[in-house]
């Protein structure tokens, strides 16, 4: 239920946590709960951790704020770090996930306009696609439920199936600024791109002289078992959307972008005034120390096999609850044959804490760092849960 002063604008259970360790959240009371949502893709080091607590409280003893008014020195670093382990060579920094997409929305519409090309204005996004909850990010994912009574028009965006090439081809024309699209789309219902489709989506935008922007606000840092998502394809993007995972749970997200893409970018263009704090580019960096640890990346690679080995199996043994195992990485959608609320919400009175999405998935977002134990209980707690259904 939505409390009293808060708009209600979501309906959380009534359990209500005190702290969190590692891959459990605990109530006052003491209750543990396994938490494979990790907040939305947020928490990919659990809670609490001791690395990105440290990275915090130095620098909350230091100072927290300037603005952008001064140089921050985590963030050049935090920029420079990200450059050197990904396609891009600059960075800006949001608070969010959906200023981040804004930034990067902005960046495809802006780079036509500096070189003439007037006409170039349009977005094409990806049905089914979630981008934030702005009035832009909204207009260019599409979803008519959350646009309903906001603003009326297309807002200079397009919409074509996810992982169709001859719609998009289709969809281009000379209004077209980029293309905008998820390499797994998240919200939508854990659903990576088809084999292919990202390298036919690069090769269109390069024939074209149109933009390339993945959103990896939730794919990305990690959580697919390399940095960013696209890796496991054979393209770079011109623009890349971070957040969730970056902050470990501090809110933060960066817009990256080539040099070619962002020399539009100049004084004047853009802004943000909490964007690239210290706090949330020194808890960033503290992420990145983690993430880019010899062999951590490898090490949630082997993790994926025996989840998703053990996810498989469990639908195997129940196929009237559960019927399929899909996505990416930690990013793994189970397919439900009962209602996914339902299932969800049995998992969460069994200590298990999941999420859901598109009609009937049921999303498992585990930490990066989950132990081989809680993976075990993890799936303890699903086969108990099916196998009591009735
Ligand atoms: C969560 C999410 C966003 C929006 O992030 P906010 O921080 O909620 O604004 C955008 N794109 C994708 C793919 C996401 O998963």
Redesign the pocket.
Known sequence: MPHQTLMATYAPPEILFERGEGSYLITKEGERYLDFISG?AVTGFGHSHPHLVGALKDQADKYWHTSNMFRVEQGEQLADRLCKHSFADRVFFGN???EA?EAGLKIMRRYHYDRGDTKRTRIIGMENA????TIATVAAAGNPSHIKGFFTGDLECDHVPFGDIDALRAAISDETAGVIL?PVQ??GGVLPAPKGYLEAVRALCDETGILMMV?E??CGMGRTGKLFAYEWSDIEPDILSS??GLGGGFPI?ACLATEKAAACMVIGTHGSTFGGNPLATAVGNAVLDLLLEDGFLQQVQETVETLRQGLVELTQKHPHVISDVQGLGLMLGVKCVVPNTELLARLRDARLLSGRAGTDILRLLPPLNLSEEDLAKGLRIIDDVCTDWK
């Open positions: 939305i969010s996930g959906a997409v979630f981008h934030g909850r998820e998240g919200e959103d606000i939730q957040a969730k997200g």
